[in-house]
């Protein structure tokens, strides 16, 4: 492969997190060190990429076809390169899309420009290896693995020093499978690794580089669990305040229990939505920043965590009635299957959204064991849809700002705007025409002492409603509409009313 002329690599206008490069200079025995005269090889997960191309693959083959997973076991049988040159051959990575190790990356396009042999040298399929060689266009050659070698550690050592000699090349790399390769080098450069790790390097050899990138994990965890998403799970709450029972304690409490619960099972779906649509999220404006779209997470603790906020969301439900865990166990398998496939579907997207908003207040209602009435759930349904319309509303906006014609991993374009904002604000005012006719049914007379004091809420809604609308039109929604509602003061003022119009008529 020829050395090809390097093409520009965005950095993320959003990335502030800086790297601090030591480099330590020592001469050579007999004589001054000169890097130029010797070649560079260079290893790609998690040293020239922040993330590991195997398991991106594997998660977009199982988002591609998720009963690929019964095949998985018979290709690992047959060894770790079988196993990536099977699943690199079912896809297609965006890899203008990966983030990489920009200030790394700076770095060799400087020595490729001063002359100097770049070789990338991957344990990676080697079909993935070139795209991303030809895309950067600084490497003279590729060395990966081929579905019968897998280049790691003691390979990757060997085919070095077949090619170049013993102590003929540096190494930059990031793991401990490094050592070998290291231990053969003429000088190493470390990035991205445990202290530990590093000094283990200073023993096998001359280390002359450290790349070192500043993390806040526990930062990066809470932001890709959510728990400020959690106030979603308030809505559990709604049967407790419609039925006049917020003084009953032990309710109260089964209602808490819900929402702790219903809390830890969303995060484990948040992980899942991330792990699932890394693509979509590294081409969104805002999305790119997620942790593991960043490579801020690694991908394996992120489906490492998926099972264990599961488990402990289950766990919370014991102490509540079975019928909750149904319910919560039917959120979650709606969930996996909108992030899965569900979500590219025009309008069901919506309509899910919508159930999922819905299936909260009917896990309140079945964890304190309080009927809810089908007036609420058909105002819940049209109220919660009106509100997942605001949200495809707002992404297609954005698009259309930017002059893309439609959304990624979903089926709309950005002509349908106008017709779902219609959608949208009829939906908005058909939950409105439904509490009006609630209260005029028999169902209210016998909650309700003062049935006129509740006509107060009808223009309460009637003007939240129009009132949202008007800013989503104003481009003023720009998240999740619900932690919008939870979060502005003029929404959360009209709430209160119509909690306190709710307590007074009762």
């Known amino acids: 492969m020829g050395i090809a002329k390097p093409r520009a690599l965005g950095v993320s206008p959003g990335a502030s997190r800086r790297l601090k490069i030591r480099t330590e200079r020592t001469p050579r025995a007999g004589g001054l060190f000169d890097s130029e005269t010797i070649p560079l090889a260079v290893d790609l997960d998690g040293t020239l990429i922040k993330t590991d191309i195997t398991w991106e693959s594997l998660l977009a083959l199982l988002k591609q076809n998720p009963f690929l997973i019964f095949r998985i076991p018979i290709w690992i049988v047959k060894g770790k390169a079988y196993l990536k040159q099977e699943i690199a051959r079912r896809i297609t990575l965006d890899v203008t899309r990966l983030p990489y190790n920009n200030e790394f990356l700076d770095f060799l396009r400087k020595e490729h420009d001063r002359g100097r042999i770049l070789i990338l040298t991957t ?244 964890a304190t064991d309080i009927p809810l009435s089908n007036w609420l759930l058909v105002f819940s349904v049209f109220m919660f849809q009106s509100l997942a319309f605001a949200k495809r509303v707002s992404e297609l906006q954005f698009l259309r700002d930017h002059e893309e014609e439609s959304t990624r991993g979903r089926g709309y374009v950005c002509t349908d705007l106008e017709q779902l904002a219609s959608l949208g604000a009829a939906s908005g005012y058909i939950a409105v025409l439904v509490f009006t006719l609630y209260l005029d049914s028999p169902a209210v007379k016998e909650l309700y002492s003062s049935t006129a004091t509740l006509w107060i809420v009808c223009p309460l809604l009637l003007y939240w409603i129009s009132r949202l609308w008007l800013m989503v039109h104003r481009r003023q929604v720009s998240e999740d509409p619900i932690v919008f509602v939870l979060k502005d003061k003029v929404s959360c003022f009209i709430g209160l009313a119509v909690v306190i119009a709710l307590l007074v008529a009762g």
């Open 123 to 366: 344990a990676s399929d080697s079909a993935v290896a070139e795209r991303i060689a030809d895309h950067l266009g600084i490497f003279a050659e590729v060395l990966a693995s081929n579905g019968n070698r897998n280049l790691k550690g003691i390979n990757k050592a060997k085919v070095l020093q077949e090619k170049f000699g013993y102590k003929g090349f540096d190494y930059a790399g990031n793991e401990a499978a490094d050592l070998e390769v290291w231990a053969r080098s003429h000088a190493a450069i470390v990035v991205n690794a445990p202290r530990r790790l590093i000094r283990q390097t200073k023993t096998k050899g001359c280390v002359t580089r450290v790349v070192t990138e500043k993390k806040d994990t526990l930062g990066a965890l809470l932001r890709v669990i959510r728990p400020k998403h959690w106030i979603k799970n308030s809505l559990i709450f709604v049967p407790l305040i419609t039925s006049q029972e917020l003084t009953n304690f032990a309710l109260v409490q089964q209602a808490i229990g819900a929402f702790v619960a219903f809390s830890l099972v969303a995060s484990s779906v948040y992980l899942l939505n991330d792990l699932t649509d890394l693509y979509n999220d590294r081409r969104h404006h805002e999305k790119k920043n997620r942790p593991f779209a960043s490579g801020e997470l690694s991908l394996p603790s992120g489906l490492l965590m998926i099972p264990l906020f599961l488990f402990a969301g289950l766990c919370v439900s014991l102490i509540l009635p079975r019928r909750f865990l149904l319910v919560l166990g039917g959120y979650f398998v709606l969930n996996v299957a909108y992030s899965l496939y569900l979500k590219r579907i025009l309008l069901v997207d919506v309509l899910l959204l919508a159930i999922f908003y819905t299936l909260r207040v009917i896990g309140g209602s079945v």
